[in-house]
């Protein structure tokens, strides 16, 4: 049986998701909403529908008759889409967990408080919410520098300081809790010890009961090269890290993920979707930094490309709740990718710039779009982060200087990009 399916998003995640769930015996027409420049490519595009649009996705599914929707992004699932659509259509597929579930990422507040009740590594912290700045500032005083602050709720990947200077914490104190610097995210926030080791990401799809472990990956969240400036959405990503050896997956999984699933059953969550664990090996030992409620980006664009078996099915899997049949088959191949994007990110950029060179591309480089445009015939900027170029090869340093030489072929106005992804491995 095929089944008609919906993804719900437009970044660089989306694209590789559609273009894996193209190439399935399972899906029958295949559509992405809002979808991107490279969507088009792989699938229809519904350029009009956004995923936190609830009346016009249902309207979609109906006219479509879509049996299979996989979410994205993390802002409809923390604000309830499953919940939604399941009470509209009981029978449907939907690879994203409830509203409730989805708090993992929604609030670091309560993820850290599931952390702790299942004895999940993690960092020490305390919470704190307006009013209670005095407070947060002799927590503070407590702990040693680099400080962590992180605001509670969706803040698109922006939402967490680490800074040195008590002072210069504390006043990132009073802008978060008093002066809204986070908006609505940061009306809570989360202080944390800081943990110094290298950080890597960890994926598992969870049918309510069974799980499967994903190909791990690292990305590389600042702006500048030598991990420096502001965080982004992420500018590049290596699957596998060279140092995640078996040892090391052996903890993750008895420790992290194992627990982690049981804790979700035994607080009667039927979690079925992706879940990402963002880690860091401290001296061999992993410990979670923060769970996300679906897959990264672009870890994604590494991910699910060396994924050799069906990925439909293991969607409908999650669904049906037969993981445990599931063969995952991953090519042994290193992947990497390196995105470009628009001049000025994270902060202000332009957009509307033509993208030149996408055909002269070799075709075994991947390029997922992110930040892109139809207009006509022309591929033009819409985002901060606009493409990832993705590459194969026997090793993470093959396989980025297959990235960047396809790079050489690109060009639009502003173009920037990390010269030094893979750097410290």
Avoid: W
């Amino acid at each position: 049986m095929q089944y008609n399916t919906l993804v719900l998003g437009s970044g660089g995640r989306e694209h590789a998701m559609a273009l894996m769930l193209s190439r399935s015996s399972m899906v029958g027409n295949l559509y992405v909403a809002p979808g991107n420049g490279g969507t088009y490519n792989c699938a229809t595009t519904l350029p009009d529908i956004k995923p936190t649009d609830t009346t016009r996705i249902i309207d979609a599914v109906r006219k479509y008759e879509i049996g299979l929707v996989v979410v994205g992004p993390e802002d409809p699932l923390v604000m309830g889409l499953r919940d939604e659509l399941t009470a509209v259509f009981p029978n449907l597929a939907i690879v994203g967990p409830d509203k409730y579930g989805a708090q993992l990422e929604g609030s670091k507040d309560f993820a850290k408080q599931f952390m702790q009740k299942y004895n999940i590594p993690t960092a020490a912290y305390q919470s704190f919410t307006g009013g209670m700045e005095a407070e947060a500032k002799a927590f503070l005083k407590t702990m040693q520098p680099p400080y962590v602050l992180k605001a509670d709720g969706l803040a698109a990947g922006k939402g967490v300081l680490i800074i040195s200077d008590l002072a210069e914490a504390e006043n990132a104190i009073d802008d978060m809790l008093q002066g809204g610097k986070f908006g609505a995210a940061g009306n809570r926030v989360v202080i944390e010890e800081f943990l110094d080791g290298i950080e890597f990401s960890v994926f598992a799809a969870v049918d309510g009961k069974n799980y499967v472990i994903l190909p791990t990956a690292k990305d590389y969240k600042r702006i500048g090269e030598g991990d420096t400036g502001l965080n982004t959405g992420g500018m590049g990503a290596v699957s596998p890290p060279p140092f995640v050896d078996q040892i090391l997956m052996e903890k993750v999984e008895q420790r992290i993920i194992s627990p982690t699933v049981e804790g979700l059953k035994k607080d009667g969550v039927d979690y079925r979707g992706f879940i990402f664990f963002g880690l860091i090996n401290v001296q061999g030992e992993p410990m979670v930094i923060e769970y996300n409620c679906r897959l990264g980006d672009p870890e994604t664009e590494v991910v699910l490309p060396r994924i050799v078996s069906d990925f439909g099915a293991l969607c409908l899997g999650i669904h049906q709740g037969n993981l445990g049949d599931y063969q995952l088959e991953v090519t042994d191949q290193t992947a990497t990718t390196v995105m470009l994007v628009s001049g000025g990110y994270p902060e202000d950029y332009k957009k509307g710039y033509e993208i030149s060179g996408l055909q002269q591309v070799p075709h075994e480089v991947v390029v997922f779009h992110a930040g892109t445009t139809r207009h006509d015939e022309k591929i033009c900027t819409s985002g901060g982060r606009v493409l990832a170029v993705t590459s194969f090869a026997a090793n993470h340093q093959q396989a980025l200087l297959s990235s960047y030489k396809a790079i050489e072929k690109l060009c639009f106005e502003d173009m920037y990009f990390r010269k030094d992804i893979g750097f410290d491995l």
